[in-house]
């Protein structure tokens, strides 16, 4: 069972970018165009899948906004904040 993170302890691991609300972290991003922007959430879904662990995805032309949270523990967990990461670095390369 993947541990829930207490408020201090997700604070700590916030990454730059990223805003907690409650038990879900989130990161809002703007792309040079709209198919820059399905072609990030392509390589995310990939990585989601392989984690087994998904994001909420939400698609406004060009600017997607990435929400984290573990639904089956109730709260925030490692899972959340690796993807977290793994985001960053699919964005850090367009
Ligand atoms: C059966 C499957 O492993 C689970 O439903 C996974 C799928 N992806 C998931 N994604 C997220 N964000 N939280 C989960 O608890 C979760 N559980």
């Not at 805003?19 to 990161?27: D, L, W």
């Not at 820059?36 to 899948?49: F, G, H, M, P, T």
């Not at 392989?50 to 929400?67: E, K, M, S, V």
């Amino acid at each position: 069972m993947t541990e829930i993170l207490s408020d201090s302890e997700a604070d700590l691991r916030l990454r730059t970018g990223w805003t907690r609300s409650g038990s879900v972290i989130s990161r809002e991003v703007e792309l040079a165009s709209f198919p820059q922007a399905i072609e990030v959430v392509d390589r995310v879904a990939e990585l989601a899948e392989a984690a087994d662990h998904h994001p909420d995805i939400d698609i406004r032309w060009r600017t997607l906004t990435f929400r984290l949270s573990t639904h089956s523990a109730g709260g925030l967990t490692a899972k959340d904040f690796d993807l977290a990461a793994r985001i960053d670095e699919v964005l850090g390369s367009v």
